[in-house]
């Protein structure tokens, strides 16, 4: 599985970004689809998930002002961010769980695309 990011770039604070993800290849099912972010000198952190059934979760940081969303015939999933803050900024990276289910057993591999870079400054 490929997964091909977009949408990344530099923005004021306040304003708006569409980020994209485009998985491709030899997938079964997307059971999971989110976006983390790493920002400079920390830890990966989850940014928002939203899995098969269309239930999301999101940090407490971006409630309000991210919503993440899937297309599940196309394999697609974006993330729109609004309001955003300087402490926004870090490498977004899409995620993907691909998931095969065969009788009782379940084979689940996590794959990530490339790494957009989100900067938030005026």
């Known amino acids: 599985v490929q997964l091909q990011a977009s949408g990344g770039g530099l923005v004021q604070p306040g304003g708006s970004l569409t980020l994209s993800c485009a998985a491709s290849g030899n997938i079964f099912s997307i059971s999971e689809m989110g976006w983390y972010r790493q920002a400079p000198g920390k830890q990966r952190e989850l940014v928002a998930r939203?899995?098969?059934?269309?239930?999301?979760t999101y940090t407490d940081s971006v409630k309000g002002r991210f919503t993440i969303s899937r297309d599940n015939a196309k394999h697609t999933g974006a993330l729109q961010m609004n309001s955003l803050k300087p402490e926004d900024t870090a490498v977004y990276y899409c995620?993907?769980?691909?998931?095969?289910?065969?009788?009782?057993?379940?084979?689940?591999?996590?794959?990530w695309g490339q790494g957009t870079l989100v900067t938030v400054s005026s």
């Open positions: 995620h993907v769980r691909n998931t095969l289910v065969v009788g009782r057993n379940r084979l689940e591999d996590d794959y």
């Open positions: 939203i899995i098969s059934d269309g239930t999301t």
